[in-house]
């Protein structure tokens, strides 16, 4: 299965990128939650954004304009992703109990072709597809027939290929532009149709380029300020003479608390893997980076992250989880995923602070997770950081709680947490000593001119000792700032 032929000479692909148009960006001091519709990006932000990149052979990207919200004039929101052949896929997907239809829709596809032979990937912004009912599943099952029809169609029975991925606001269909016909009636056309004429235009533009992979980070972006990018190379032990490519793409900046926010992520490779070993790989590596993340506490409905690898890259493909290739493509892909789901935190909506949080000395994993994870989405916390107020009597009381038994249960034994062996510290980010605050469950008498500084830091972390065993785990967030609830309608 190949993909189609789009010029008499063989496959000629359109190298032409949509670009976002830009203009200066105010400097009053107020924080654009979305993304400005001319594509200007935070000078704050910009750092955080590529300029060059290493990508994986065999696939090719496009950011095209669809409109789908009416607002939208010229800003990329069809991401479309493609591989030159067939190739191993993996998804994990939100476990929110109103689950949005594209993820309906993708995880029943990959099920039934096993994680292997998948083309594509197609995603939209603007409108998440979600709680929309029958028709929004047929929504979603249309965009990836469409994308299908792109490729040669497939011979071994299994139906469609393309993983289907939407963001915007819940609760709406891709419904309602009116068009107006002279001579006739004012029509209701859906934006789905919009999207549907669009998607052979996304494959003519699709390229290998920096900037194809860029538009395509841009056009799956909603409230975010930054396209989020990442490209790395990396060797395997089996073929250490040959060097492998990695890329991905997420966005999310609010409804951020993974539980596999609103969050998307695609990640391709032209490594060799088993189709079969993709989806523990991938759960893995989500586990230590998407899944420990938190903006505001809330999981999305549309939560996914997928990956995607076509051996284009040549070598011997991995086979066995007990083989030197597996563990070292596993921290590779780890690593990666961390550091695409950091970037979400550091455009978090209202944020001004990206803040680590790291709890030590566990008697188990799991219990260290559940303390980082509740700190991680205390108001209280979050916003003393804001303030600057090295409150850590805010952050003992997160820990406190965090395992106890809810209101009408019996009391519960907590073993993971003893108050005479607990210590909090701040880690500054400037390589200084840490500034402990608690000790052995005493107050240290802390200097607040230090306290201040290391405050005032974009970056920070905060370190949680149990005192009770040898386990750890670590969560990434950033503060709550005022103004941040002034962008959640558009989720």
């Not at 789009?6 to 924080?31: D, F, N, Q, V, W």
């Not at 409804?255 to 893995?284: E, Y």
């Not at 990666?336 to 978090?348: E, N, P, S, Y």
């Amino acid at each position: 299965m190949a993909l189609k032929s789009t010029s008499t000479s063989g496959l000629t692909l359109t190298r032409l990128m949509i670009r976002p148009t830009t203009s200066k960006y105010s400097m009053s001091g107020a924080r654009h939650y979305s993304a400005p519709l001319d594509g200007t990006i935070p000078p704050a932000k910009q750092k955080y954004v590529p300029t060059s990149g290493t990508y994986p052979k065999g696939f090719l990207v496009s950011g095209t304009h669809v409109g789908v919200k009416p607002t939208n004039k010229s800003t990329p929101d069809l991401a479309f992703l493609a591989s030159e052949t067939p190739c191993a896929a993996a998804a994990v997907f939100t476990k929110n109990k109103f689950q949005a239809a594209p993820v309906t829709v993708s995880r029943e596809m990959l099920k039934r072709r096993n994680n292997s032979d998948v083309r594509a990937v197609i995603i939209n912004s603007g409108c998440a597809n979600a709680v929309t009912g029958k028709g929004g599943l047929e929504d979603a099952e249309n965009m990836g027939a469409e994308a299908d029809r792109c490729f040669d169609p497939p011979t071994d029975g299994k139906g469609g290929s393309t993983i289907v991925m939407s963001t915007g606001v819940i609760g709406q269909r891709l419904v309602l532009e009116h068009v107006h016909v002279p001579n006739s009636l004012t029509l209701a056309r859906l934006p789905i149709q919009k999207i549907l004429r669009k998607i052979p235009s996304a494959f003519e533009a699709l390229g290998t380029s920096h900037d194809h992979w860029l538009s395509t980070a841009r056009a799956i972006c909603t409230t975010d300020t930054f396209p989020k990018l990442v490209s790395r190379t990396f060797s395997l032990p089996s073929s250490p003479t040959i060097e492998y490519r990695m890329a991905g793409m997420t966005k999310g900046a609010g409804m951020i608390h993974p539980n596999m926010a609103t969050l998307l992520g695609m990640i391709a490779t032209d490594a060799p893997i088993a189709p079969n070993l993709l989806p523990s790989l991938l759960t893995n590596a989500v586990n230590k980076s998407f899944n420990s993340i938190s903006i505001d506490g809330d999981t999305s409905t549309n939560d996914t992250v997928a990956v995607l690898a076509n051996g284009a890259a040549g070598g011997k493909e991995i086979t066995s989880e007990s083989s030197d290739d597996y563990s070292i493509f596993q921290k590779t892909l780890t690593e990666f995923a961390t550091d695409l789901a950091k970037l979400v935190v550091r455009d978090g909506e209202g944020a001004t602070k990206f803040v680590t949080i790291r709890v030590t000395e566990s008697p188990s994993e799991v219990g260290a997770r559940k303390i980082a994870s509740t700190i991680a989405r205390s108001p209280l916390v979050k916003t003393a950081l804001y303030g600057k107020d090295a409150n850590w009597g805010r952050i003992l009381c997160a820990t406190g709680y965090s395992q106890i038994s809810e209101p009408g249960m019996p009391i519960n034994e907590v073993p993971e947490i003893v108050p005479e062996k607990t210590s909090v510290s701040f880690i500054p980010t400037d390589g200084s000593p840490e500034l402990k605050l608690l000790v052995n469950g005493e107050p240290e008498s802390v200097d607040e001119v230090r306290a201040a500084e290391i405050l005032e830091h974009e970056d920070l972390e905060i370190l949680v000792r149990l005192g009770g065993g040898k386990e750890e785990a670590v969560y990434w967030t950033c503060d709550y700032r005022y103004v941040f609830n002034s962008s959640e309608a558009q989720l």
